[in-house]
T-cell receptor
Framework: AQSVTQLDSQVPVFEEAPVELRCNYSSSVSVYLFWYVQYPNQGLQLLLKYLSGSTLVKGINGFEAEFNKSQTSFHLRKPSVHISDTAEYFCAVSDTDSWGKLQFGAGTQVVVTP | NAGVTQTPKFQVLKTGQSMTLQCAQDMNHEYMSWYRQDPGMGLRLIHYSVGAGITDQGEVPNGYNVSRLNKREFSLRLESAAPSQTSVYFC??????????FGSGTRLTVV
């Protein structure tokens, strides 16, 4: 079984400033890693995913994440945020051999202010 | 492209009532799941299905039953609703190597 820890429940950030959302996971087997974004009163939208290969993953809306196997982390970054990036962000993990089960972190609320 | 469609979007139930949440996907995905979302807890897996007629329990299955009669549809049934089942429910589907595609959710209140 795996678990996911998102280290910050809320991250306030000014517009055009960089942001980093931290995610750590624990698993005894190989994993796939995901970041999702949820805008108010909407479903979840996939931002990016790591399945294999390059540890630096680029996603939509200028986001990127780096998989660090030794530190079991998958932090999400954006160099310059917009007001429209205000949303909740979820890190998720699944074992490579149990695709049916996606384990989510508790979420990080990002609030972007002018 | 509709993606994943959930009905209803909102529902209020009295304790002890039953209801079925419907989910349908038009992407020909094999895998489908039901999650519930509660504040500060992220999304928790209720049940999932790897194909028509094949279902399994997730992290929080108690009080819920599911049915996958065909590839396209995956329903979630509450036989006797309890206030603890007040939540937002999401259906999701995926293909072999992509992340899940989520529906827009059903907001359920049990009074």
């Amino acid at each position: 079984a795996q678990s996911v820890t998102q280290l910050d429940s809320q991250v306030p950030v000014f517009e055009e400033a960089p942001v980093e959302l931290r995610c750590n996971y624990s698993s005894s087997v190989s994993v796939y890693l995901f970041w999702y974004v949820q805008y108010p009163n909407q479903g979840l939208q996939l931002l990016l995913k790591y399945l294999s290969g390059s540890t630096l993953v680029k996603g939509i809306n200028g986001f990127e994440a780096e998989f660090n196997k030794s530190q079991t982390s998958f932090h999400l970054r954006k160099p310059s945020v917009h007001i429209s990036d205000t949303a909740e962000y979820f890190c998720a993990v699944s074992d490579t051999d149990s695709w049916g089960k996606l384990q989510f972190g508790a979420g990080t609320q990002v609030v972007v202010t002018p | 492209n509709a993606g994943v469609t959930q009905t209803p979007k909102f529902q209020v139930l009295k304790t002890g009532q039953s209801m079925t949440l419907q989910c349908a996907q038009d992407m020909n995905h094999e895998y489908m799941s039901w999650y519930r979302q509660d504040p500060g807890m992220g999304l928790r897996l209720i049940h999932y299905s790897v194909g028509a007629g094949i279902t399994d329990q997730g992290e929080v299955p108690n009080g819920y039953n599911v049915s996958r009669l065909n590839k396209r549809e995956f329903s979630l049934r509450l036989e006797s609703a309890a206030p603890s089942q007040t939540s937002v429910y999401f259906c999701a589907s995926r293909n072999t190597r992509d992340g899940y595609t989520f529906g827009s959710g059903t907001r359920l209140t049990v009074v």
